[in-house]
């Protein structure tokens, strides 16, 4: 399948909880891309975002239903956060488009939807769920429909939605020195953390999303970033065993 914009993040949680389940997947960063690698190889499914850089998602999706009519081709899927879902879901029909997935994603329904759409077997069962404590800081449930119990690739997640945090924060701290990108870099620090369910940091991005430029927002996140590292940092402690 081939995932067409989202920020790294959002690309990188797809494609590792996908290719862990033996889907092969690829990625563009932006509309053209997409249909230079939609020319060269034979995908099953484009997962397309409702905002790219060059060009609106659902402009790119009518342009892959029209090279579908004529020479055949994936089943598309575009995902995002839509302020009026059931217009975006009309759009949708009305262009051809097989489904529309609201961020943030379920992985369950996802993997789902990919085995009604493409038609395979049904992929490798995962392990069964962890047992798990909810915190203040992760949302168990919504991170467990991401990784479906299994404490490897939940480590691999964590590790990977720290790092890139940690990057969104950098770009805050320069906002604070007079350069562009406070809202927009909170915005997908938001999105980025409700996806894995890190509750109280999404909450806080909202927040900052919403307010000017502050050192004292920007330390908020930090600690509590720091405190969903934390979260994360003990599953590797108790690596092959069940939290209490």
Known sequence: MLIVGDPPLGRGLLRTMLTRLDYAVAWAGEARECERLMAQHAFRLALVALQLPDSPGLVLAR???????????????LFGEAWDDAAVRQECRQAG???FLQKPISFTRLVAMLRDLTRTEAPMSPPPPLASNVTDEIDVARLMTFTQGDAQLERELGALFIATAEGHLREMELALQGKAGWATTAHALKGASANIGAVHLASLAAEAERCAPSADMVARLHGALARARAFFERDVERAGTSRR
């Open 63 to 77: 342009r892959l239903v029209e090279r579908r009519e004529r020479l055949g081709g994936p089943a598309i899927v």
């Open 97 to 99: 488009v097989d489904a």
